[in-house]
């Protein structure tokens, strides 16, 4: 199915998708490679998926690249993946701009090194004016962490607790300036949120497939948003 082919067949498209990139260690071991390989392929991949989804257009794309509990893993596959960013951001953040997408970090920025936060900082000056597309990365990322952080803040903010609602406490999260998820897509042939928009994906529709995060391509993203095409959304109603 071809982009124009498959924007004709579309009854609607999402405002919002997320994506749970998994797979990128498992395709590396799958090819005796370090798994640090699948994770620079998983990187590649990001750049060709983030320009196709710009062609449909979809206004927003969060892609989780890194959680807070990814702590936990060897320390020079952490290394490797803040090097990776900084690389990405380098490599691909000019060419990303240039086709008017705006990069913006949700995270816990502060806890990450100093030159990885700087290149973080300068890609979102770059492309702070940019309209087109708006690519969210999480990284360094937890949904529970964003809440506390939020009620963190509101508290701070000596907010009284009858002032407090959704649209509150949405004003508060990582997300404040995008819309809540209408598609969450997860590679790898995991079945779970794993702390991913806990908040955002209240209403979300899934998409789960084996596929792992640097196969998939042009018409697996075909095939989720055909697939959300057809779906009837209620948001509680009938």
Do not use: C
């Amino acid at each position: 199915m071809t982009n124009k082919t498959a924007i004709s067949e579309l009854s609607k498209l999402p405002t919002h998708i997320a994506f749970v990139p998994d797979g990128n260690g498992r395709w590396a071991e799958r090819r005796g490679l370090p798994r640090l390989h699948g994770h620079r392929a998983g990187a590649e991949n990001m750049q060709r998926m983030v320009t196709y989804l710009n062609e449909y257009p979809i206004k927003y794309v969060t892609l989780y690249g890194f959680s807070t509990e990814n702590w936990s893993r060897p320390q020079d596959e952490v290394d490797g993946l803040f090097h990776l960013l900084e690389e990405f951001i380098i490599t691909y953040v000019p060419e990303i701009s240039k086709k008017g997408i705006q990069l913006r970090h949700i995270g816990r920025l502060n806890q990450l090194p100093e030159y990885l936060q700087i290149a973080i900082k300068n890609a979102t000056e770059l492309t702070s004016k940019n309209d087109r597309m708006t690519l969210n990365v999480a990284f360094n990322y937890g949904g529970r962490g964003e809440i506390v952080d939020a009620t963190r803040q509101i508290l701070t903010d000596g907010i009284k607790p009858e002032e407090i609602d959704e649209r509150l406490f949405n004003s508060y999260l990582y997300t404040r300036d995008s819309p809540d998820v209408d598609l969450l897509i997860r590679t790898g042939d995991e079945t779970r949120l794993s702390n991913f928009l806990i908040w955002q994906t209240a209403y979300s529709e899934y998409h789960f497939t084996k596929v792992l995060w640097p196969d998939f391509g042009k018409k697996d993203i075909d095939r989720a948003l055909l697939s959300y095409s057809r779906r009837k959304r209620r948001f509680g109603g009938l």
